[in-house]
């Protein structure tokens, strides 16, 4: 077994709108994925974030259950649309959810990780164009300040955003997540527009709280690779993807600057109009972590798909289109690796490549902590049992490259687990499972499967060995 650092952080991770339920109680107003849901052929199955997994009326059974676990830290978010409702006041009785959240967990002796953003934007603002709209980024921080009135005295690790590439890129091009829109210029004015908003957060929380938090932002990342490295088609696609899915995101936060090459590439869109000055100043804030979410990595090629190539799996029928804007004829041809159930190739190695590219690539890099790593795999519950050993292997295996990296010279601190519950996977409805509890759909009874047991040994064998 490897053995991490005695402050090394473990934990796991949840989000709002995947756990929370109570979608329209105690003042809580629509978000943009509440309204999505609702729309035919949007989510699988019909399902709705409605009910959830009812975090919101188990949450003390929740965090008991995480400290029965071992778990260091918990990574949560607080929803927008709950905090104030269609962003019209604040919501007393939607912050008092999250104070009474703060102080379980406090007395659980686990450190709570605040993201503000995991998606669930207030459908009123987006009705107003969402994060096409400039004036959202202003919005947020309207949001974070209200978040910080109540919890700052208590709460020393906050997010701004989480996974932006999802809530741009894919949300306004690809159609796939909330709001669903297939409009490539929209998606790069929504990404521009919140990196605004996390600058101005940023700057904003650190005004009022000072040098006691710690400020980040989890960005999902990957390794593009070249299927052929000896045809410049194949590698000039992989710098398009590396470009679009990477560098749009860190070279703004971490170099203060957007890629000229993905500039070029997304020219047709005039993506600097969106950019006022001032703006990536205000963008590459100092930060005193980056959060790394990783579940695979991403072969690409420039060449169309040979005949008889498996599809990639959807999670419906509704139309949808490339979000990789400028870039739309590259493909992912398959290396013939193993699969999660979310038709992810399993590549472990590949995270240890990529906190060593970003550790050698970025001299402004602040400390990592992997905000999120797990997989989805087709669970069973047999004899009240949930004995996900691939699960556990792909966990292990995952956590073997953080320490490999680690001593490689990362500056690594932490892992989470994605996901601590079975939980409403976006356009996938409920039909994904990535908890490490299981959680039944009719009793909503919790059961923690083998990787939430093997986990725990881990992080005790850890503490005991550090």
């Known amino acids: 077994m490897n053995t991490f650092p005695k402050d090394f952080l473990w934990g796991s991770a949840t989000a709002a709108a995947q756990i929370e339920g109570a979608a329209h109680l105690d003042g809580k107003e629509d978000s943009i994925?509440?309204?999505?849901?609702?729309?035919?052929?949007?989510?699988?199955?019909?399902?709705?974030?409605?009910?959830?997994?009812?975090?919101?009326?188990?949450?003390?059974?929740?965090?008991?259950?995480?400290?029965?676990?071992?778990?260091?830290?918990?990574?949560?978010?607080t929803s927008w649309a709950r905090v104030r409702p269609g962003d019209r006041f604040t919501n007393a009785k939607g912050l008092d959810f999250y104070s009474r959240l703060v102080d379980e967990l406090l007395e659980a002796g686990i450190l709570?990780?605040?993201?503000?953003?995991?998606?669930?934007?207030?459908?009123?603002?987006?009705?107003?164009?969402?994060?096409?709209?400039?004036?959202?980024?202003?919005?947020?921080?309207?949001?974070?300040?209200?978040?910080?009135?109540?919890?700052?005295?208590?709460?020393?690790?906050?997010?701004?955003?989480?996974?932006?590439?999802?809530?741009?890129?894919?949300?306004y091009v690809g159609g796939e997540h909330a709001p669903g829109l297939m409009d490539p210029g929209a998606g790069l004015a929504a990404l521009h527009h919140q990196h605004l908003a996390h600058g101005l957060a940023v700057q904003h929380l650190r005004e009022r709280g000072g040098d006691d938090l710690q400020l980040g932002i989890t960005l999902n990342l990957t390794n593009a690779i070249p299927e052929d490295p000896g045809d410049p088609a194949d590698v000039d696609a992989a710098r398009r993807i590396d470009g679009l899915w990477n560098r749009m995101f860190l070279e703004p936060l971490l170099l203060g600057a957007?890629?000229?090459?993905?500039?070029?590439?997304?020219?047709?869109?005039?993506?600097?109009?969106?950019?006022?000055?001032?703006?990536?100043?205000?963008?590459?804030?100092?930060?005193?972590?980056?959060?790394?979410?990783?579940?695979?990595?991403?072969?690409?090629?420039?060449?169309?798909?040979p005949e008889g190539h498996p599809e990639s799996a959807r999670p419906t029928k509704r139309p949808g289109r490339s979000f990789f804007v400028g870039s739309e004829f590259v493909t992912s041809p398959t290396r013939g690796l193993p699969r999660t159930a979310m038709d992810w190739e399993v590549n472990p190695d590949g995270l240890r490549t990529l906190l060593l590219r970003l550790t050698a690539t970025y001299p402004t890099l602040p400390p990592l902590y992997i905000t999120?790593?797990?997989?989805?795999?087709?669970?069973?519950?047999?004899?009240?049992?949930?004995?996900?050993?691939?699960?556990?292997?792909?966990?292990?295996?995952?956590?073997?490259?953080?320490?490999?990296?680690?001593?490689?010279?990362?500056?690594?601190?932490?892992?989470?687990?994605?996901?601590?519950?079975?939980?409403?996977?976006?356009?996938?409805?409920?039909?994904?499972?990535?908890g490490i509890v299981y959680v039944d759909r009719d009793t909503q009874q919790r059961i923690p499967k083998l990787s939430a047991r093997n986990f725990a040994g881990l992080i005790g064998e850890n503490r005991r060995r550090a």
Request: with cysteine.
């Open 258 to 305: 957007y890629p000229s090459d993905v500039l070029e590439d997304v020219a047709e869109y005039d993506f600097e109009q969106w950019v006022h000055d001032g703006d990536l100043e205000t963008i590459a804030q100092p930060l005193d972590f980056l959060g790394v979410n990783h579940y695979h990595d991403d072969n690409v090629s420039a060449h169309p798909l």
């Open 33 to 77: 994925w509440d309204v999505f849901s609702r729309v035919p052929g949007a989510v699988q199955h019909g399902d709705t974030p409605e009910v959830a997994v009812d975090h919101y009326h188990r949450m003390p059974q929740d965090v008991a259950l995480m400290r029965e676990l071992g778990l260091g830290s918990y990574r949560f978010s």
């Open 372 to 434: 999120e790593n797990g997989a989805a795999y087709d669970d069973e519950l047999v004899d009240g049992r949930v004995e996900d050993h691939e699960r556990w292997a792909y966990i292990a295996a995952h956590i073997d490259a953080v320490a490999a990296a680690m001593e490689q010279g990362a500056d690594v601190r932490g892992y989470f687990v994605w996901s601590l519950l079975d939980n409403f996977e976006w356009a996938w409805g409920y039909d994904k499972r990535f």
């Open 112 to 171: 709570p990780w605040l993201t503000l953003y995991h998606w669930d934007l207030p459908q009123a603002l987006q009705e107003r164009g969402g994060w096409t709209n400039r004036d959202t980024a202003h919005r947020f921080v309207d949001y974070a300040s209200a978040v910080y009135d109540a919890l700052g005295d208590r709460v020393t690790h906050w997010t701004t955003f989480n996974e932006p590439l999802c809530s741009s890129l894919i949300s």
